[in-house]
């Protein structure tokens, strides 16, 4: 079981570009989840989905930002025209079950993160 | 919306010392995770927190969950220098997504 997978590990751009950053779950997990952590900062919360649903997106910036995480293949959590700002370590993180069906199921295996770099 | 809110954010210890982490959280939740973050690294699951009055220990760690109060502890004993790291708190909503607090990054000292 290779864990969450996110790629690409590093990825740079210039302001103004298209920024996609990919996540792998873990093999069985069907929830998703994307976390922002700014430089010595906490995570910050963007996106909870399922399989084809986006169950919470709260955290989401309302422009620029999109998630989605189809039937078959990667979640992808895509920024467009990134600014300076969006320079950022995304993690994403994929879990079993939900938390309600398997009380304490719900520990989130987290990927590796992307480091996003906006010249 | 919950708000977590951990503290202190910045702990330096000398080595041998005992301390402890807060986590409060503003709304109804059950369940409650620790994290541990290594600088550079991605998160590493510690503890699962599953009922009110819950206490969890690995090692040096003990942690405790109060829902009433709506509040964790995370208790270092004997602090060394390995557990130099960044510890998030994560209480579960009840739509069975998490919110993390800001983290507390610990420094132990020799």
């Known amino acids: 079981n290779a864990g969450v997978m996110q790629n690409p590990r590093h990825l740079v751009r210039r302001r103004g570009q298209e920024a996609r950053l990919r996540c792998s779950p873990m093999?069985?997990?069907?929830?998703v989840y994307w976390y922002r952590q700014l430089p010595e900062e906490g995570l910050k919360f963007m996106v909870y989905?399922?399989?084809?649903?986006?169950?919470?997106e709260s955290g989401m910036p309302k422009e620029r930002f999109s998630a989605e995480f189809p039937k078959e293949g990667p979640s992808i959590l895509r920024i467009q025209q990134v600014v300076r700002g969006d320079s950022a370590a995304y993690f994403c993180?994929?879990?079993?079950?939900?938390?309600?069906?398997?009380?304490?199921?719900?520990?989130?295996?987290f990927g590796a993160g992307s480091r996003l770099t906006v010249l | 919306e919950l708000k977590v809110e951990q503290n202190p954010l910045f702990l330096s210890m000398q080595e041998g010392k005992n301390y402890t982490i807060y986590c409060n959280y503003s709304?109804?939740?059950?369940?409650l995770y620790w994290y541990r973050q290594d600088p550079g690294k991605s998160l590493e699951s510690l503890f699962v927190?599953?009922?009110?009055?819950a206490v969890k220990q690995e090692g040096r760690l003990m942690a405790s969950l109060d829902t009433k109060a709506r509040l964790s502890t995370l208790h270092i004993t004997a602090a060394v220098h390995d557990l130099s790291a960044t510890y998030f708190c994560?209480?579960?909503?009840?739509?069975?997504?998490?919110?993390f607090g800001a983290g507390t990054r610990l420094t132990v000292k020799p």
């Open positions: 993180a994929s879990s079993p079950l939900s938390e309600a069906l398997s009380p304490g199921a719900n520990v989130l295996t």
């Open positions: 093999k069985g997990h069907s929830h």
């Open positions: 989905l399922q399989k084809e649903n986006i169950i919470d």
């Open positions: 709304t109804t939740s059950d369940r």
């Open positions: 927190l599953l009922s009110n009055g």
């Open positions: 994560a209480p579960v909503l009840s739509n069975n997504d998490m919110r």
